[in-house]
């Protein structure tokens, strides 16, 4: 062989090296493509609570409908989801990673005067919503909504209640706000903060810790089926197919509906391209059969939101935690 023939043989060979490489470094497999896509998505909070339960049903239908392969979901609790916060936004431009994130994270960011809020990350997508519920271990002095109150009214420093989220949650934001709706003084709440609704808050309602609960309905399904717990009023604004026959805060007398919602972002900085694919993504998992039995599992609503109109819903929804922090006084 030649010199040149040995050059032009070598820079033959370099160029299908390099062509391997940026192939495997610098595009995304469409939906379908069975190749491992090595994507991310961090978790917040503790396995068993809401977020994780979200990400881990994601990475699962992505996976069963050949949307996406090799997906990990991993866990980095701390500080109400602040700490995975502050995670992404320091993953500037890796495209591979997204934060499983919702209400609980923009109010925790606010009650703690976080340094790092959602408008440093890149918007992705809003997959659901979820009422919460009030909850009761089953042998629970309070049979109804009105008998919680009352007891609740006359002694707020004697009951205690429980949510899976802590200081800015949605399951510490909704008792703050239900106090405030039937007349007891939020500052006066005494409130139990557990790391996950299914995770840490569940033992310590069923042992008796907590007098009552609220949490995403989704995390205490198995256990209403089970008659461990009772549920007291959902705070939806019409009744919970899983649930039809357990009245609205509305319909209980009290005037207060509150809704949780979770998304995903990713960090600062992302190219065009793997915000796009991000997005073809989870489009293709709203639209599957499957996606649509684990709404129905879990009592979750589709939501469904992506670029622009997540950005918008995405901004409102911080200012409007803003001011609900600072008007219950827990800035």
Same mark, same amino acid.
């Given at each position: 062989?030649?010199? !040149? #023939?040995?050059?032009?043989?070598?820079?033959?060979? $370099?160029?299908? =090296?390099?062509?391997?490489? *940026?192939?495997?470094?610098?595009?995304?497999?469409?939906?379908? &493509?069975?190749?491992?896509?090595? $994507?991310?998505?961090? @978790?917040? /909070?503790?396995?068993?609570?809401?977020? &994780? #339960?979200?990400?881990?049903? =994601?990475?699962r239908v992505l996976e069963e409908t050949g949307t996406a392969s090799d997906m990990e979901v991993f866990n980095l609790p701390g500080a109400g989801g602040t700490v995975g916060l502050r995670r992404t936004v320091d993953e500037r431009g890796n495209g591979r990673l997204a934060l499983q994130m919702g209400l609980g994270v923009l109010g925790a960011a606010h009650v703690q005067g976080a340094k790092v809020t959602v408008a440093r990350t890149t918007p992705i997508a809003r997959l659901i919503e979820e009422p919460e519920a009030v909850v009761v271990r089953k042998d629970s002095p309070y049979r109804t909504l009105a008998d919680l109150v009352t007891e609740w009214r006359n002694s707020p420093g004697g009951v205690t209640v429980g949510g899976g989220s802590s200081l800015g949650g949605p399951d510490h934001l909704l008792p703050m706000a239900l106090a405030g709706a039937v007349g007891i003084q939020p500052k006066k709440v005494r409130y139990a903060a557990y790391d996950g609704g299914g995770g840490d808050l569940l033992p310590a309602?069923?042992?008796? !810790? *907590?007098?009552?609960?609220?949490?995403?309905?989704?995390?205490?399904?198995?256990?209403?089926?089970?008659?461990? $717990?009772? =549920?007291?009023? @959902?705070?939806? &604004? !019409?009744? @919970?197919?899983?649930?039809?026959?357990?009245?609205?805060?509305?319909?209980?007398?009290?005037?207060? *509906?509150?809704? /949780?919602?979770?998304?995903? =972002?990713?960090p600062p900085g992302i190219s065009s391209a793997d915000r796009k694919r991000w997005i073809e993504v989870l489009t293709a998992l709203h639209t599957s059969r499957q996606w649509k039995a684990e709404l129905t599992r879990h009592g979750w609503t589709d939501a469904f939101a992506t670029g622009g109109a997540f950005a918008t819903y995405l901004a409102r929804q911080d200012k409007a935690v803003a001011e609900l922090v600072g008007h219950l006084g827990l800035d």
């Open positions: 062989m030649s010199g !040149r #023939t040995r050059t032009r043989a070598l820079s033959g060979l $370099l160029a299908a =090296v390099l062509s391997l490489l *940026v192939g495997a470094c610098g595009t995304w497999p469409g939906p379908g &493509d069975t190749a491992d896509d090595g $994507l991310r998505i961090l @978790v917040p /909070n503790t396995p068993g609570g809401g977020y &994780d #339960t979200t990400a881990r049903t =994601v990475a309602l069923l042992d008796g !810790r *907590v007098d009552f609960a609220t949490s995403g309905i989704g995390e205490f399904l198995d256990q209403i089926a089970a008659g461990q $717990l009772r =549920v007291l009023a @959902v705070t939806s &604004d !019409r009744p @919970v197919a899983a649930l039809p026959r357990v009245p609205t805060l509305k319909a209980a007398g009290i005037d207060l *509906v509150f809704d /949780n919602w979770r998304g995903i =972002v990713a």
